[in-house]
């Protein structure tokens, strides 16, 4: 015999909270209170200060450049004989740019590419168009022909968690339009114990943000390019300018009553 299903009953929003009260004593159902609040993001620029190429590349490639990009945030130009390459940092990956400008082939040599994270750790990075369960896997160099230039995200796997979803890779989720914090309390408890719990929890969080900010000198990405045989490896080092974390006691808290 088939049964027919329970119905389901939805969840009610009542803000005002005496309401709620009342409608708890009438229908023996209960309610709380969910407190919300949505902690802006962190601001900050991110510099390439630095590329490190090995003494024999510069005697074949000759002196480099290095210029922010016009128009485009974040984003660097470096040039040298060898390659024009456009490099930013973004939430969770790197973009890059690379132009082949010599008569000669240009392999990128992905599987021996690597992130030096802030605590100079060294992670395994897999080019964006790399199919997520394969990230472990060997890599396929990228062919640059002479005269033509790919496009790839670059991405620390460190950074990938086993569902597929990426984690920033600074504090505080830069890029992210805002981080949310929530709480409940009982009908024992009070509006305000919602709200103290979320305003702990925010106030917990811009601390450690600000500390981990602060001690994030250098972040770099290295890049291993092969051309006749010949391996030169190019290390694209960043640093954190200007960094601004919300104060948490300016985030507003809004508070609802559920009853269900």
């Known amino acids: 015999m088939r049964r027919n299903k329970e119905p389901q009953l ?20 209960a309610y709380h209170s969910r407190s919300t609040a949505h902690y802006p993001k962190v601001e900050y620029d991110i510099v390439l200060h630095a590329v490190e190429r090995p003494a024999d590349v510069q005697e074949r490639w000759g002196n480099y450049v290095v210029e922010p990009v016009v128009d485009e945030v974040d984003k660097y130009l470096y040039e040298d004989d060898l390659i024009r390459a456009v490099i930013a940092v973004l939430d969770s990956a790197f973009y890059l740019r690379l132009e082949n400008k010599t008569n000669h082939t240009v392999r990128v040599l992905w599987d021996d590419a690597a992130y030096i994270d802030p605590s100079g750790q060294s992670n395994r990075v897999v080019k964006g168009s790399i199919i997520i369960r394969d990230r472990f896997g060997p ?6 022909p002479k005269g033509t230039r790919i496009e790839e995200s670059v991405i620390p796997i460190d950074r990938i968690t086993e569902k597929g979803d990426s984690l920033p890779l600074l504090p505080g989720g830069r890029g992210t339009y805002f ?3 929530a709480a409940r309390a009982t009908p024992e408890q009070s509006k305000r114990d919602a709200e103290s719990a979320v305003q702990k929890r925010i106030d917990s ?13 250098r972040m770099a990405l290295l890049i291993p390019l092969e051309i006749q045989s010949v391996v030169n490896e190019y290390t694209f080092s960043f640093r954190i300018n200007n960094a601004t974390v919300p104060e948490p006691g300016n985030v507003r808290i809004e508070t609802t009553t559920e009853y269900y």
């Open 139 to 144: 890599q396929t160099p990228s062919v640059i």
């Open 179 to 181: 981080t949310e914090f």
């Open 10 to 29: 939805p969840l009610v929003v009542i803000r005002n909270a005496a309401l709620a009260t009342v409608l708890s004593i009438l229908s023996g159902c």
């Open 205 to 217: 969080y811009a601390t450690e943000t600000m500390e981990s900010v602060r001690t994030v000198q």
